[in-house]
């Protein structure tokens, strides 16, 4: 069975997790990484092309039918700047740096999948395409490497992500029909004003009063224009203006970030901001610029492939080892690139233990996984595999 399968590889995968955790490399940077993930890969005897999108690597399992169906399963590889707190052999050597979101247990699960699928390829009936994408955390990996042909060659016709999960104890996965995780927008706003003395303000027109009317009036944004049922939010987290507090500002800059579900949504409420912005600031005397920024694309699930996770998850988990997620996330998430161009599920792989102290959450100093979570996760997406090769669906 592929889960005891998965199991006896655990020193492996527990030495392999261990080596990424301890040279944690930021996004667009990760050149040891890649070349960890190279020598793995040549290991397993499994023909790769690497710098593709400056660090990516993408490696293709062939099956004993070439033309038949190909399925790809994609782990991310930067950590963040953050500086490790936990008191571990395995503790980050770079200062500064740290796998505190799990892109080290991502990385090291597909490699596991990819030795249980590489020891029956003769019976594997089509390919796999192993997706190590760079800079999930910062300017996000996926788009550059599908421009750069990653799903082509052979062309990749479902695509499977995870992600380690602290809410969830270990030996547990989270599935999601539908809305996973959310799109992003950079928002940047200049208000301009006019300056004058404070003690005579009607010679001026005040770039802080009218920036805050546009933050006020941008609130409505949501709660007028977004239906109540849906999901969307404007945040302003940078305030920055005036020189001199007996100064009337005469230039305010703001900065945030627009998250929705659902792409009509985020149509309408981008289209909303920036006549909000234009007409509020030019009715109080002063002007305004916007910039927007895009992001990320929302991730959305597609329902058949999520059927496929939950199956193999119940066959080799058991049924009340999987469990439905109620909310999708207003995070962010790359891997929607990729669920845009084929169908694809993203799912969660609990890594908690309350009773090891494994119980802290991702981007912290003190994220830790338990690693019998590495043998879950490569038996499922393993079991992914075989599952959706042998079944159906074209």
Aim: glycine residues 10%; negative net charge.
């Amino acid at each position: 069975m592929v889960i005891q399968e998965a199991e006896q590889l655990l020193p492996w995968l527990s030495e392999v997790r261990r080596d990424f955790h301890m040279y944690p490399e930021l996004g667009m940077d990760e050149h040891r990484t890649m070349d960890r993930v190279c020598h793995y890969l040549d290991a397993l005897n499994i023909p790769y092309k690497k710098n593709i999108a400056n660090t990516g690597v993408v490696g293709v399992i062939e099956g004993n039918n070439p033309d038949g169906k190909t399925i790809a399963l994609r782990a991310d590889m930067d950590a963040l700047p953050i500086h490790e707190k936990n008191d571990v052999p395995y503790r980050s050597r770079h200062d500064g740096k740290m796998h505190a979101c799990g892109h080290d247990a991502h990385m090291t699960i597909l490699l596991g999948a990819a030795y249980i699928l590489t020891s029956t390829r003769d019976r594997l009936p089509g390919n796999v395409k192993l997706l190590f994408q760079p800079a999930e955390e910062t300017v996000g990996g996926a788009a550059p490497m599908i421009e750069e042909g990653a799903l082509e060659h052979p062309q990749v016709e479902a695509v499977l992500g995870l992600h380690v999960a602290p809410e969830l104890p270990v030996g547990n996965v989270g599935v999601r029909y539908g809305q996973m995780n959310a799109s992003s927008d950079a928002l940047s706003l200049t208000v301009n004003g006019k300056g004058a003395h404070a003690a005579y303000p009607a010679g001026g027109k005040d770039a802080i009063i009218i920036a805050s009317q546009v933050i006020s009036a941008l609130q409505t944004v949501v709660s007028r224009n977004v239906d109540a049922r849906e999901s969307a939010v404007v945040t302003f987290g940078t305030v920055s203006g005036g020189t001199q507090p007996n100064i009337i500002a005469d230039r305010v800059r703001l900065q945030g970030t627009m998250r929705t579900l659902d792409p009509k949504v985020r149509a309408v409420v981008l289209d909303r901001i920036q006549e909000t912005v234009r007409n509020v600031a030019k009715g109080l005397g002063g002007s305004a610029e916007l910039a927007i920024e895009p992001g990320y694309t929302a991730l959305i699930n597609d329902d058949e492939m999520v059927d496929l996770v939950k199956g193999v998850g119940v066959e080799l988990l058991g049924k009340d080892r999987v469990t439905t997620i109620p909310k999708p996330s207003l995070g962010v998430e790359d891997f929607s690139f990729f669920a845009e161009e084929v169908p694809g599920a993203f799912y969660r792989l609990g890594v908690r233990n309350e009773a090891k102290g494994i119980v802290h959450g991702g981007h912290t100093s003190r994220f830790d996984i338990d690693e019998q979570a590495l043998a879950i996760g490569a038996a499922m997406q393993a079991g992914n595999v075989w599952g959706y090769l042998n079944n159906s669906r074209s």
